[in-house]
């Protein structure tokens, strides 16, 4: 992973929000504080309604992220895609083969998932694939695509926290046709390897397990 230049937390706010915007609950009418042409990371104000708006919609993930993190841009190139993870959540067990590895959804990604535990329901992660596979396409926007990731060091591995379908819609492209390298922003700190988030962390690994077992007994499938 090659280190591109420092970035901040209000860059990685502004990014992730513009990623999200049209999936927010409560978005603003206009995208002032989104669009390239007027979105400013060093303006305090909207700042301030960035980190509001984006922890409306992800407060569970970003509460557990260090306010003094290191960030920075980075490229993802080949060598890194055997250490990138999908968010370690129960709704990604099967459609990663319960290994979380980006790598794994090319075998493991398959409609008709679903789970019957809390929140029981149809799991649509293959459809949500294909859907941003389809627009990503059409819009040829593959090349723009960024990815925030965690992780405890530059070494990996990393937990990708936001653009887990894009990055399998990348990945499946670059089995057939290579396209690294990615463009990120990393986040790292020492403090992230005991985050719920981070792959490698002692809770992550606990309910990683557990949802082992929910899938033995067919909770999941």
């Not at 999908?86 to 998932?113: K, N, Q």
């Not at 694939?129 to 990815?147: H, L, P, T, W």
């Amino acid at each position: 992973m090659q280190v591109v230049r420092a970035s901040s937390r209000d860059e990685v706010i502004l990014e992730w929000l513009r990623s999200e915007w049209h999936g927010l609950q409560n978005a603003p009418p206009d995208t002032i504080l989104v669009d390239p042409r007027t979105a400013d990371p060093t303006d305090a104000s909207q700042n301030a309604e960035r980190a509001r708006l984006l922890s409306d919609d992800r407060s569970v993930i970003l509460n557990t992220i260090p306010v003094n993190m290191s960030t920075d841009w980075v490229q993802i190139e080949k060598e890194d895609l055997p250490k990138l993870y999908i968010i370690p959540s129960v709704d990604w067990y099967m459609d990663t083969g319960g290994t979380f590895r980006l790598i794994d959804t090319r075998e493991h990604l398959r409609p008709g998932r679903g789970m019957a535990i809390l929140p029981p329901g149809p799991v649509y992660h293959y459809d949500k694939v294909q859907e941003k596979s389809r627009y990503m396409r059409d819009n040829g926007i593959a090349k723009d695509e960024v990815f925030i990731l965690i992780s405890a060091s530059l070494d990996g591995p990393y937990t990708i926290i936001e653009g887990n379908h894009r990055a399998v819609v990348l990945y499946q492209d670059h089995i057939d046709t290579p396209n690294t390298p990615w463009k990120g922003i990393l986040i790292h700190d020492p403090e992230i390897a005991n985050t719920r988030w981070f792959v490698n962390s002692g809770f992550a690994q606990g309910q990683i397990w557990q949802m082992g077992l929910f899938s033995s007994h067919g909770l999941l499938w």
